[in-house]
């Protein structure tokens, strides 16, 4: 169980579009999601908190305009990037905290972006 | 605030060779302790975690104890394999509600036959 899935896996796209990213988890329901985001051979840098049905708190530096995240269900959180920009290429990874039982994230697979 | 320290890789080992990454931590409370791997091109997945002081967690032959004490997790693994490539990331959360996890940095574990 806990399993969270991300699609795309992977995604290329011209410079000045838009680039969703689904996270859901699988099997079980999840109030909190997160998104975070990963450069080359660094740790993961937390974007934002996306709560059910409100608004996502994003992290000092993060521009909540051009990253648009949703979490419409307790299953189904999506980061929209915006206008994307070659310097928006990156590893993108969700993780997911059930909703009841110890605080523990269960993340997906990641999304690598590459904007050209 | 709650920060996590390990150390800098990479770490180049032989096969069966022993592995200790070192992991400290600052954190207001009683955080659980964590530790994730991620093997190249994928996400995170959990290893081991241990949610109070003295726990042991352990997994495919990893261990690592909470010494509050100390304020460490110490990762260790008694003889590597190369199938053990791969970065190694500890972190922390508190336990109330549903915060995000603080990662170390990551160490880059390399082993060769």
């Given at each position: 169980?806990?399993?969270?899935?991300?699609?795309?896996?992977?995604?290329?796209?011209k410079?000045?579009?838009?680039?969703?990213?689904?996270?859901?988890?699988?099997?079980?329901?999840?109030?909190?999601?997160?998104?975070?985001?990963?450069?080359?051979?660094?740790?993961?840098?937390?974007?934002?908190?996306?709560?059910?049905?409100?608004?996502?708190?994003?992290?000092q530096?993060?521009?909540?305009?051009?990253?648009?995240?949703?979490?419409a269900?307790?299953?189904?959180?999506?980061?929209?990037?915006?206008?994307?920009?070659?310097?928006?290429?990156?590893?993108?990874?969700?993780?997911?905290?059930?909703?009841?039982?110890?605080?523990e994230?269960?993340?997906?697979?990641g999304?690598?972006?590459?904007?050209? | 605030?709650?920060?996590?320290?390990?150390?800098?890789?990479?770490?180049?080992?032989?096969?069966e060779?022993?592995?200790?990454?070192?992991?400290?931590?600052?954190a207001?409370?009683?955080?659980?302790?964590?530790?994730?791997?991620?093997?190249?091109?994928?996400?995170?997945?959990?290893?081991?975690?241990?949610?109070?002081?003295?726990?042991?967690?352990?997994?495919?032959?990893?261990?690592?104890?909470?010494?509050?004490?100390?304020?460490?997790?110490h990762?260790?693994?008694?003889?590597?394999?190369?199938?053990?490539?791969?970065?190694?990331?500890?972190?922390?959360?508190?336990?109330?509600?549903?915060?995000?996890?603080?990662?170390?940095?990551?160490?880059?574990?390399?082993?060769?036959?």
């Open positions: 169980g806990a399993v969270v899935s991300q699609h795309p896996s992977w995604v290329i796209c410079s000045g579009t838009s680039v969703k990213i689904e996270c859901r988890s699988l099997d079980f329901q999840a109030t909190t999601m997160f998104w975070y985001r990963q450069f080359p051979k660094q740790s993961l840098m937390l974007m934002a908190t996306s709560n059910e049905g409100s608004k996502a708190t994003y992290e530096g993060v521009e909540k305009d051009k990253f648009l995240i949703n979490h269900s307790l299953t189904l959180s999506t980061l929209t990037v915006t206008s994307a920009h070659p310097e928006d290429s990156s590893f993108y990874i969700c993780s997911a905290s059930r909703t009841s039982g110890i605080n994230q269960f993340f997906g697979p999304t690598r972006l590459t904007v050209l | 605030g709650n920060s996590v320290t390990q150390m800098e890789g990479p770490v180049t080992l032989s096969e060779a022993f592995l200790t990454i070192n992991c400290t931590y600052t207001t409370g009683y955080p659980s302790l964590f530790w994730y791997v991620q093997y190249p091109g994928e996400g995170l997945q959990l290893l081991l975690k241990a949610t109070k002081a003295d726990d042991k967690g352990s997994n495919k032959g990893f261990e690592a104890t909470y010494r509050k004490e100390t304020t460490s997790f990762l260790e693994k008694g003889s590597v394999q190369v199938s053990d490539s791969a970065v190694y990331f500890c972190a922390l959360t508190t336990n109330s509600g549903n915060t995000p996890l603080v990662f170390g940095k990551g160490t880059r574990l390399s082993v060769i036959a």
